[in-house]
Every structure is written in structure tokens, then in C-alpha cells.
């Protein structure tokens, strides 16, 4: 597979995420948080499976293996459940932005690395992204602090989410040996997520309960996530993962919209000048 083609496929996975948070927060309104995420990585498993299989285990060392699904199974945990315990709507999509702080981290962390230089303009970016993130997070008569301290559980998951994410595309890049391991991953997490959801809820499964079409949603859902997550990993193993990462900054406002539509939420003047300015931040850095 020839680069290019691998950095649009990483491309197509942008547009393939964004339709995320707006899908997971219909299935949890049916579902619940924790069913609502157990079927859809359920669903994603499988379908990684039967499209992709397992990866090339003679190709690529046990370390790695075990140190790049740990952080995959934490992150998707943490991601997933700040998106679905979020008080409402209009919070998960605030939070998705916070989440993609994570190509302004991925910028930190190779700076640390020594794989980038840090310059005057990278502190800017840096300052000014986290900048827009204090200013999504007022609201009339609540800052930042309020926010946190009306749905601490989701902001802690989310920002250890980010990081994550960042720490994981690093590392994967660096030590993956050209294997794309993500089915490996899903499959992982589903399991984990079982072992969650049966120790804390038991089994439900009930069709009365919901109509074909939410479970329609949740098909859906778990089709995006699981295309997005495949086309991604090729994007970042074989793709130019710069390119990726510089578009990467305008995801949130993709996936801002879309949600707002299919949610019918209402987002604030500060919530779209606020997004604009994490863009912004990430592009300068």
C-alpha cells in the first residue's frame, strides 16, 4: 500500500469519528452508559475480526503487544464512558473537544522526546489551546471549576483519555513494526467491558424495551468505529502521520456539528469561538 493512499484512508477515519459522540449518546438515552458501550465494541470486535482477523503475531514482540493494548483498552474505557455518563448532550460534545487536545499532547510529548523542537510558536499553540478549552467550559454563572465539579467522573476520564491517545499513536508508530494489531485491541476491550458490565449489571437484553431502530443505531455506531479505527492505524503505521495530525485539529468541529444536528442540542457562542480557538492552538503548535 502505497503512503498516500494509507494517509487517506487515516483521513477517511476522521470523518468516520465524528459521527461518534452524536451515536453514542442516542444508544445511551435506550441502553444506558454501560450496555451502550459494551454492545457497540461488541459489535466493532466482530467486525474487526471478520474483515481484518487477528495480526501477524511473528512480526511484532510480546512488549509491545501488551504495552500498546493497555493503553488501548484504558483509553477507549475512559473515552467511551466520559462520553456516556456525561450529564447531557451539550457536555459530551464540550468534552470531545477537550479530548482532542490530544495533537497538541502528541506535539508535548515528542518535544520531550526530543523527535520535535520546541519553539516560541509551539508554547503559543500549547497556551492558546487550552485557552479555548477554559473558555467552552463557562457558561453563564459557572467557569471552568463549576463544570469540572458538576461531572468530575467524565472530565477525569476524558482528559486520561487524551493522553492516552497521544502516548498510544507515539508509541505505535515507533514500535508496531508496520502491524496493525486493532481487532487484537477491540476484542480486548470487549471482553474487559463484559467483565464490567456483568459484574455491575447483569445481563439485559431485552427487544421490548427498545425499538429495531435503536439497535439500528448501535449497528451503525459500531460499523464507523470499527472502519474509523482500522483506517486509522493504517493512516498512522504507513500514512504520513503529520498530515494526519494537522487535520486531525479540525475533527471536533466536524464532529460538533454532526452531533448538534442528531442530538438537537444547543451550543453556546463560547462553545464554537472556544473550539475555533483549540483549532487555532493545535494548528500553531
Known sequence: MSRQIATLLGVSALL???TLVGLLRLSTVHFGPIYTVTYVYTLSAIILYLAYGLPDF????????????????IFEMCYAFSITLASTSEKSIELNIIFNLWPTLIIIFMAFLKEEKVNIMTILGVMISFSGVILINYHEGLNIFDSIGKNPLSYFLILVASVLWAVYCIYT???????????????????????LTLSTQGFQFSLVASSWINYLVIFL??????????????????GNMSILVMLSYFAPIMSSVFSMLVLQSSLSQNFWIGSMIVTVGSLIC
Open 16 to 18: 468516520l469519528w465524528a
Open 58 to 73: 511473528s512480526k511484532v514482540s510480546k512488549k509491545f503487544l501488551i504495552i500498546s493494548s493497555v493503553f488501548f483498552v
Open 173 to 195: 508508530k515507533k514500535q508496531s513494526n508496520g502491524v496493525n494489531a486493532v481487532s487484537l485491541y477491540f476484542i480486548l476491550t470487549a471482553i474487559a467491558l463484559w467483565i
Open 221 to 238: 455506531n459500531a460499523v464507523f468505529f470499527s472502519a474509523g479505527y482500522l483506517a486509522w492505524n493504517i493512516g498512522i503505521i504507513k
